[in-house]
């Protein structure tokens, strides 16, 4: 049991440090955003975060 445990912790710290790399060796560098308005990609297919997506249907409902 405590061996799973420190094998859980061990593999979320290695994570952890990887995924974080890129801001550790490049100076200023920060994390990227991970939300759905700040990708260029999804913003040209059209596609929105719900929030958006809510503030657009409630615009269009108040037309009618």
Known sequence: MVETLLLS???IAIAMVLLSV???L???ASFRSQ???DSKYLRKKG???VID???EAR???KAY
Do not use: P, S, W, Y
């Open 59 to 61: 615009a269009a409902n």
């Open 35 to 37: 939300h759905i308005h």
């Open 22 to 24: 890129r801001v550790f």
């Open 53 to 55: 997506q809510d503030r």
């Open 47 to 49: 596609i929105h975060c």
């Open 9 to 11: 912790v061990l593999i």
């Open 26 to 28: 490049k100076k200023g």
